[in-house]
């Protein structure tokens, strides 16, 4: 699978990279944990994925309350050095392990966590760490200093963070140049036809300083699937089922006929909505590549077909435009 270099950090991953956050649970959601994918499941996909020649897992210390780390661990065990040794690892570090547990980037959590994390994965070293929420309670410096330190001791290779706007992504740059301390090399933040809020001032702060940019929820919690439709109930087991909330908004008229029109183009080219969908964000030159959250082994196919759907910027416009009010 093409490769595509992550920021500044020498890294390069593959231009999919497999989404382990519903592993044991529903992301971080405590009252989720113990739901989504069972051991055996998680496998099944780890093996598709590796299959396809995705190399780059992403999870997070919290997704099912640490079990998502553990099913990955436990499955590089049983795969050999071989297969751990071309496996990518990112993880995260920010939210709770379970209701009532302290979370946060306070240096001793950072590196309390990571232990953990290391532990969980059965590694020395994790390829990628990332700080999953911006921690209103600690100042940004005191955490790139515990970043900083990690790297230095050969724990991480690369710190880059999720789920920022534009002026936390700018103070930490400053800070790190200021400080001399290693930067983030990449964002990770929601992105899709129908989540654009990067575009105002993290996308254009990624193509000034060179960073990368892995956008998960590629396909806005199942929406670009067209698995859901204008006066009928959601699917049971979806994410309109599970964790609505941040979805709502979704759920107006013009969002129906977006999709409508999606379908149209995708139909006009062959595809479904999501290969569709996945190919837009592939075609941005600013993507270095897309995370995805299959649930099954098969939910991979639209991910392997969008590869070699190359859309020109007047199509990635004219596709945007579907969904203008």
């Not at 301390?181 to 989540?195: D, I, M």
């Amino acid at each position: 699978m093409e490769r595509r270099p992550l920021g500044r950090s020498g890294l390069e991953v593959t231009r999919i990279v497999l989404g382990c956050g519903n592993f044991g649970g529903i992301g971080s959601a405590p009252e989720l944990f113990g739901h989504g994918e069972s051991r055996d499941q998680a496998f099944a996909l780890m093996d598709a994925a590796w299959d396809l020649g995705i190399t780059t897992f992403d999870t997070a210390d919290a997704y099912g309350g640490g079990r998502s780390e553990t099913y990955i661990g436990d499955w590089l065990r049983a795969k050999g050095p071989e297969v751990r040794q071309r496996i990518q690892l990112s993880t995260k570090v920010y939210n709770p392990m379970d209701a009532g547990e302290d979370r946060g980037l306070a240096p001793e959590r950072i590196r309390r966590q990571l232990d953990g994390s290391l532990a969980r994965l059965g590694v020395e070293r994790v390829d990628m760490y990332l700080a999953h929420e911006p921690d209103p309670d600690t100042p940004i410096e005191r955490s790139l200093e515990a970043f900083e330190e990690l790297v230095g001791e050969g724990k991480v290779r690369a710190i880059g963070t999720s789920n920022v706007d534009g002026a936390g992504l700018a103070e930490a740059l400053e800070t790190s140049a200021r400080r001399g301390f290693r930067r983030f090399e990449w964002v990770q933040n929601s992105y899709s036809l129908l989540e654009r809020g990067a575009e105002a001032k993290v996308l254009p702060l990624c193509e000034e300083h060179g960073l990368g940019f892995t956008p998960f929820s590629p396909l806005a919690g199942g929406w670009l699937t067209g698995k859901y439709r204008e006066g009928e109930s959601p699917p049971p087991g979806s994410r309109m089922t599970q964790r609505p909330e941040e979805y709502r908004h979704l759920e107006n008229p013009a969002t129906y006929r977006g999709l409508e029109r999606l379908g149209e183009e995708a139909r006009a080219r062959g595809v479904d909505t999501a290969t569709l969908a996945l190919a837009w964000l592939l075609s941005n030159p600013l993507v270095s590549a897309v995370v995805v959250g299959p649930r099954r082994p098969e939910h991979l196919e639209p991910a392997r077909r969008a590869l070699d759907l190359h859309l020109s910027e007047r199509e990635r416009e004219e596709l945007a435009g579907l969904f203008d009010p």
